[in-house]
């Protein structure tokens, strides 16, 4: 009989073994990046998939133990990389082109917001979609949300992939996507808002703020090292400030990220601590995200939810990108490549549903549809733009 910790090993042997194998066997790179297929792997090796094939082998390893060391892991990897995504957000480019960036973040957001919206109402109306917790409203403005977001990190490193991350065009992509992933959160906390915890809430932002200006003080007078030491400790004690509010902790951990200078931090080192968290850390979480993936609704009506919630996330984010783009007079070509950029949509989408499944308010098969819908639009971004980009390089030159 082997022990939890051998068995813990074997479940780590799988998470980093078989995304890895794939993505350099297959060669998926060019529409699945390594992110992708450890999120798809997560569903497969999750009760789902092999689950349900092998059921036998899920129970032997992902034992109640096992899982539960791999969903703390999982808990302070995703608080890590929110947080370092909240340092990251730079509003000052966008406040100095301020007319552009508010004109196309707005509109690529809100408009896949309402076409998500939409189609969330037509889900939640039939019953097994909605959350025991959540009330109409919240799961539909959430669903919503889902369809609208786009995953900064996961763009940055589709940029750098396209080799536009440097240029005009991705400063300007970097700009309306901070603005959104500002926005994201904002919406999250409007969706926790919870009546009979108000009094909680409005202590934990009183004190946050009280907080954040002692911190601010104190950091500017650290040594860079000892900046990042204290900042893991205001992150642990966001998070669990920011629970106990009722907020979530993944709301803590972007609160305690965007309230620090990005220039406090060394780029090479911000850069660092982003790539091993994603290598080290996240695939825990991606395969933890697997094992709440949900078919008991039939496989196939999941699977029609998530082209619908796709089809809706699609159309509203080009239609509000064309519409900007018009607004703002940009060349033939732009409006398109842009909006399939802001498409992208893994982690962070999939951390905002994990929010909404944490608090009851959307159920584990509007969880696995919404899932499905962000890995399917995050593979379609590179082969949708690369035929694009290159037209419109080809028409520059």
Known sequence: MPTTSETFLVALLLIFTVPFAIWRGLRTDYYAPLVVVQIIGGIVLGPGVLGAVWPAYYSAIFTPDVIGALNGIAWWAVMMFVFVAGVELDLSAAWANRRESAITASLALATPLAFGAAAGALVLATPGWLGPQGSLAQGVLGIGMACAVTALPILVLLMEKLGIFHQPLGQRLLRYASLDDLAIWGVLAIILLDVERIARQGAFLLAFALAARAVRKAMRRLAETDRWYVGLVWLAGCGLAADWAGLHFMVGAFLAGCVLDTGWFSRQKLDSFRE??????????????????????????????????????????????????????????????????????????????????????????????????????????????????????????
Request: glycine fraction near 10%.
């Open 276 to 397: 091993i968290v994603l290598l080290t850390v996240m695939p825990v979480f991606f395969l933890s995200t697997g094992l709440r993936t949900d078919w008991s609704g039939g496989g196939l009506a999941v699977f029609a939810v998530a082209g619908l919630l796709l089809a809706a996330s699609v159309a509203g984010k080009l239609v509000g990108v064309h519409m900007a783009g018009r607004l703002l007079g940009w060349r033939k070509g732009e409006a398109s490549l842009i909006g399939w950029l802001l498409q992208t949509k893994a982690l962070i989408m999939i951390i905002f549903a994990n929010v909404l499944l944490d608090k009851a308010i959307i159920t584990s098969q509007t969880f696995t549809a919404l899932l499905l819908m962000a890995v399917a639009s995050t593979m379609l971004t590179v082969p949708m733009v690369s035929p694009r980009l290159r037209r419109l390089q080809d028409v520059s030159e």
